[in-house]
């Protein structure tokens, strides 16, 4: 079942026949259209008349402009869902492409995989169209974590089309880099508040009152021009005579305003009147049908269409009358008085408003309504229902957020949720939660013998599931601990409990088992396990877990240092994935990320580049929670590449923030590849920070989790022998090696245990390392060796940013191997790929042009945080002086850019 489309939501409102004229406003706003800015935003408090504005200026667009085109999305506080935004941002922008299907889409089911797939494929049918397109966003409050869409089509924004917002709170988007480039139209509270003219206006026009030119103006001084303030003034004032003294006694703030006028308009009501705003008040939209189901009523359309002739701040949301929602400020009024006098009364009604929607197919509604009625034996039914579906459509957040509104001994009992309930908590890593929620599981399972037990029972396919989900759950859990044994025991039951036929659960079971012989090192089992999880997945036809996989087992195979095969998988998945001719958004972002590696290996930059590109275009709703981290990761190793250390930096941060911990073998820390960066900068006391705090040792007993760590920290000690054994730039032939002893004998651990467990991938990395720790103590016969053999491993998967990572001193080694003939054609591959004019940089001061003293002073100051006026001020020169001496030292050095040179300088021993 798919998200269905309210129609009303998708509704222009019509111009208020009886509202105030307010064309300067609206010429602003289309001058925002006609000069091609992408966005407008109407930000203020409630009751400052931003939906009518907008609604006026609509009207205005469509009378001047025939050809234009425009769409409306009304937001409520259920659309605060990725999936479900989403779904309705595009609905309302096709019913504006096309507008012929904009009568449609009441009926019309819109499965998610689709829509999103599809929103890159609508951009550009709308900038192909001859028409201009105005999107109005209305009530952006309401949407917090949903708001990836909206970025991305601002992003990508064609020039026929404009985006405005009515918000109560300026949106979480890049404002001020709009605003300084000219793209942004704002009115504020300021700007739409009446001024004494409009107020006159509206108090004797609109609500045919009869107050003269004073009392006006002590009633706009009052309200300060606010819109709502003065509705309901007016409706209090109009059976009144002494007007002076109750202008005179209007103060206070607003919400003291508000409760007070609600007052007093709700008392000059009749009784039939305010018991059925009492009744209805609760329900974010209705029709007359549910406000008949809520109030037992049968002629609520005609009440209704009394309270919009009346001006009781009842709003309509389409164009035929059918469905309303109150003024924000109105509602909430009657809600608390309603909650005061018979919080049991609302309690029922929200139970019969559940009842109207889950009749008219409207889950989310329906669950909604019996959560606020606190009837959760009748909410839990509805969400085990309506799960399947949500799961299939990764409306995760709505899911998870009713779930948390369940009380525990509700859940506890009923074992279907307990188990989604687990995996939510293991997916935001609350480890301890998760696993009580499984005991739930269990204990609720071994009580239900029948689901025909349960009051509302659960799909009986998903309660037949669970004896083999709970061990598979519960060998995920042991490895977000880093317990491979336990993952292994778990893995095994699961398997032992599937019966012929569950391609499902033998899948995720297997697969398991696969990572946690993954984590043990034994390579060549894991990948084979895993390869065979991936197959019951498919015949299961699980698509996307096939396709979420792939990272899994490629980096499995890179480990194994056969990158051709990984490429090879990689390249399928995304074939599989486009197979019906849109990519399935859970999974494609994350192969595109996972192509971008090994395209970044091979030196094939701009590739690696526009990999992460397309990665970024498809979202976040492209990509599984726990691969998030690795575009930021990917994107770090290609700054890094291209000598922009603070970048890849910052980039690394952030994937440490978004790094769902335990969800896969971590088997490459982020703070290790942060040590590294830190280690090629010559920043050495981070790196040793680094090491102590992990705990990492040369003395360790080496393991393939901690691989990465100790390889890193082998780097680190190569890096502090070159340190100590260098005085400006000359090499002590005597110098003390034990820190490249200790570096050589953890290498020829690591070694012994990459080759035994078939990591050819890790065995490369540590074979030059071998290398280069023999040609930092001027043993270049003995760093031939294992370069040697690193080099006719590596030259058959096509390995080049391996080499060209190590900088200089590798340079050196290459340009030695080529003298004795070693990987002679190889090598001269490998040679260009450090860059043009690479294979020609000095590779000892003695090769290079010598610095002057200035230039000296100069390059310091370069590896500081000063800018270049401030080093110019330093040293008490103009900036274009400090240019020149700039593009001296680059000329010398052979680099192009300040990172570069102070990079190949450290190298050098200039710093």
């Known amino acids: 079942m798919a998200t269905r489309v309210i129609a009303s939501k998708l509704f222009l409102p019509p111009p208020r026949q009886s509202a105030v ?158 605003r300084v480039r000219g793209e942004l139209t704002e009115l504020r509270a300021a700007d739409l508040r009446f001024s004494p003219e409009e107020t006159a206006v509206f108090l004797n026009r609109v609500m045919g009152l009869r107050l003269t030119a004073e009392d006006v103006d002590a009633l706009e001084t009052r309200t300060e021009g606010w819109i709502a303030g003065l509705q309901l003034a007016a409706l209090s004032m109009r059976d009144r005579s002494d007007i002076p003294g109750f202008i005179k006694a209007f103060t206070g703030s607003h919400r003291f305003v508000i409760d007070y006028l609600g007052e007093e308009v709700l008392q000059g009501q009749t009784d039939e009147i305010r018991t059925f705003l009492s009744q209805t008040a609760f329900l974010n939209h209705f029709s007359g049908p549910l406000c008949d189901a809520v109030t037992g009523r049968s002629d609520s359309d005609q009440v209704l269409e009394t309270l919009e002739r009346e001006n009781l701040f009842v709003v309509p949301l389409d164009d035929q009358r059918q469905w309303y929602r109150y003024h924000h400020l109105f509602a909430d009024v009657i809600r608390a008085r309603s909650l005061k006098v018979s919080p049991e009364r609302v309690q029922t009604l929200h139970r019969l408003a559940s009842e109207w929607h889950e009749h008219n197919d409207l889950p989310e509604d329906a669950v909604r309504h019996a959560l606020a009625a606190t009837d959760f034996e009748r909410a839990v039914g509805l969400i085990e229902r ?36 687990a995996w939510s908590m293991l997916v935001s890593g609350e480890l301890d939660a998760a696993e009580r929620r499984l005991d739930d599981a269990e204990r609720a399972l071994i009580a239900t013998t029948e689901a025909a037990e349960l009051p509302h029972p659960p799909d009986g396919e998903e309660l037949q599931m669970l004896p083999v989900m709970i061990p598979v759950y519960r060998a995920s859990l042991a490895q977000a601990r880093g317990d491979v044994a336990g993952t292994t025991r778990h893995a095994r039951r699961a398997l032992e409990l599937t019966q012929p036929g569950d391609h499902l659960g033998r899948g995720a079971a297997a697969g398991f088992l696969g990572m946690a012989l993954w984590a043990s090192g034994e390579l060549d089992a894991a990948a084979r396990t895993f390869a065979d999880a991936r197959t019951s997945l498919g015949l299961a036809g699980n698509i996307s877990d096939v396709l979420g996989s792939t990272l899994v087992l490629a980096d499995m195979l890179i480990a194994q240092g056969r990158r051709g095969e990984a490429r090879r998988a990689y390249e399928q998945s995304l074939q599989l994935a486009t197979a019906e001719g849109e990519p399935v958004p859970q999974s494609t972002a994350d192969l595109h990320t996972g192509i971008s590696e090994l395209h970044r290996e091979q030196n094939e930059l701009a590739a690696a580049t526009e990999h992460l590109r397309v990665s970024k275009t498809l979202g976040e709703r492209a990509s599984l929670p726990e691969n998030r981290y690795r575009w930021f990761v990917a994107m770090s190793r290609i700054k890094e590449a291209e000598g922009d250390f603070a970048t890849a930096l910052d980039l690394l941060n952030e994937a440490e923030r978004l790094y769902l911990p335990g969800l896969l073998p971590m088997t490459r820390p982020i703070a290790a590849m942060k040590a590294r960066i830190w280690i090629a900068e010559g920043k050495l006391a981070e790196a040793e920070a680094w090491a102590e705090t992990q705990g990492v040792s040369a003395a360790d007993t080496v393991t393939y989790l901690r691989e990465f760590d100790h390889i890193t920290l082998a780097r680190l000690l190569i890096a502090q022998h070159r340190a100590k054994n260098h005085s400006a730039g000359q090499r002590r032939a005597d110098g003390d090696n034990r820190v490249i002893g200790e570096a050589l004998n953890l290498l020829e651990r690591l070694l012994g245990a990459a080759e035994a467990g078939s990591r050819t991938g890790s065995a490369n990395e540590i074979l030059i390392l071998q290398a280069l720790a023999h040609q930092a103590t001027g043993r270049t016969a003995l760093a031939l060796a294992p370069l040697g053999r690193a080099l006719a491993q590596c030259e058959p998967e096509g390995y080049l940013r391996l080499f060209a990572d190590e900088g200089v001193p590798m340079e050196a080694l290459l340009q030695e191997a080529a003298k004795h003939q070693i990987g002679i054609d190889y090598v001269r591959v490998l040679r260009s790929a450090f860059g043009p004019g690479e294979s020609t940089r000095p590779t000892h001061q003695t090769d290079m042009e010598a610095l002057s003293q200035r230039e000296m002073e100069v390059l310091t100051l370069l590896s500081t945080e000063l800018s270049g006026p401030q080093i110019a001020r330093e040293i008490y020169v103009s900036l274009n002086t400090l240019r020149s001496h700039t593009s001296h030292i680059f000329l010398k050095l052979a680099v192009n850019n300040r990172t570069a040179a102070v990079r190949r300088a450290r190298e050098l021993g200039l710093l």
């Open 386 to 421: 309506a799960m399947p579906d949500m799961r299939r459509r990764r409306q995760d957040t709505t899911l998870l957020g009713w779930l948390q509104l369940l009380p525990d001994e509700v859940t506890a009992g009923r074992p279907v949720l307990s188990v989604y309930y």
């Open 21 to 178: 004229p307010r064309p300067h406003l609206v010429q602003r706003l289309q001058d925002g259209v006609d000069s091609g800015r992408k966005l407008t935003l109407v930000s203020a408090p409630a009751g400052f008349g931003k939906t009518t504005l907008l609604s006026e200026w609509l009207a205005s667009a469509r009378h001047n402009d025939s050809g234009t085109r425009l769409a409306w999305l009304s937001l409520d506080e259920a659309d605060n869902d990725p999936a479900r935004f989403l779904t309705y941002l595009v609905a309302a922008l096709k019913g504006a492409v096309s507008a012929e299907r904009s009568t449609a889409l009441a009926e019309e089911a819109v499965p998610l995989i689709s829509v999103e797939a599809s929103l890159t494929a609508l951009l550009n049918e709308i900038s192909r169209a001859s028409h201009r397109i105005i999107m109005v966003l209305d009530d952006l409050q309401l949407i917090g974590v949903a708001l990836t869409s909206l970025t991305f089509l601002l992003d990508h924004r064609p020039s026929n089309l404009h985006v405005a917002i009515a918000s109560r709170s300026d949106p979480p988007l890049p404002l001020a880099r709009m």
